[in-house]
């Protein structure tokens, strides 16, 4: 399981807590994939979740960033973990998002022979069932925020791949107690229709130009566009190599330096 300071269900009227089940996920660990070694991930989540990352009392600024990982809604890899780790020590409380995913086989041996491959159209339909799970997050950290002790008005949201897809209608689909103050999507597959709301969050986005991800590059560009014909804040960062997931291990790039460029930009919104 990856390990956060708690853990969260994330409850609504569609989605009562089974107090029977165990439904946050089981952790599994990919020996080998797409140059990564000992990849652990967390699948069959069937009812969304957080796990809360805390940081130093002395050192919290009253943000919180909710991280929601990627994983081709199949699996949701531990780069959220890492990277909510990264935000709690410069003093962010940070929730990583468990949303729902696809099932797959309970057992490891058999999951890790087949799990690459899962049909895209049944990917695509899933990512549909998921999105709601991201504005629910918004929506129950805001109402407990003081259970954290942070800013009910500096609540963003952060995603990667499958999961950037998920910030992205998170920022233009909410009503307003769902609507994150700010949010940050990083190669996010646009395959959904969006409208940007007039009231739409400042929009931190970055993706890498040589990425081969499925619509990522032109759909990355067309968002930063309409964000900007909506005359909505948006800082882009286009890096010139880097490829899909750049942010899951660094590649002596300078796409190693995205989360710098998020503090910064956190900073110029006062946030």
């Not at 009253?62 to 991280?67: H, K, R």
């Not at 058999?110 to 709601?132: K, N």
């Not at 899951?248 to 956190?266: A, T, V």
């Amino acid at each position: 399981m990856l390990r956060g300071d708690e853990i969260v269900p994330l409850v609504s009227d569609a989605h009562p807590p089974d107090p029977a089940a165990e439904p946050y996920g089981q952790y599994t660990v990919i020996p080998e994939i797409q140059g990564h070694h000992d990849l652990g991930v967390v699948r069959n989540v069937t009812r969304a979740a957080l796990t809360v990352h805390r940081p130093d009392p002395t050192r919290a600024t009253g943000t919180a960033v909710i991280v929601c990982p990627g994983g081709s809604f199949v699996v949701l890899t531990d780069t959220g973990t890492r990277i909510a780790r990264k935000l709690a020590i410069r003093g962010i409380t940070a929730f990583v998002l468990r949303y729902r995913l696809l099932p797959t086989p309970p057992d490891d041996a058999e999951f890790l022979r087949d799990w690459g491959a899962v049909d895209l159209g049944r990917i695509e339909a899933h990512s549909r069932v998921a999105t709601t799970d991201a504005g629910l997050a918004v929506r129950t950290v805001r109402a407990r925020s003081a259970d954290w002790s942070v800013d009910p008005n500096r609540v963003g949201i952060m995603g990667f791949s499958a999961g950037a897809m998920l910030t992205v209608e998170a920022a233009t689909g909410y009503d307003t107690t769902s609507r994150p103050d700010f949010a940050a999507a990083l190669y996010p597959p646009v395959w959904h229709e969006y409208r940007i709301p007039p009231d739409a969050p400042p929009l931190f986005l970055a993706f890498a130009a040589d990425d081969e991800g499925d619509g990522v590059v032109e759909g990355c560009t067309a968002l930063q566009r309409n964000w900007l014909r909506a005359g909505r804040p948006v800082e882009a960062h286009i890096y010139e190599r880097g490829g899909h997931g750049f942010a899951e291990q660094n590649r002596g790039l300078p796409c190693d330096g995205w989360l710098d460029r998020y503090s910064e930009w956190l900073r110029m919104h006062g946030i």
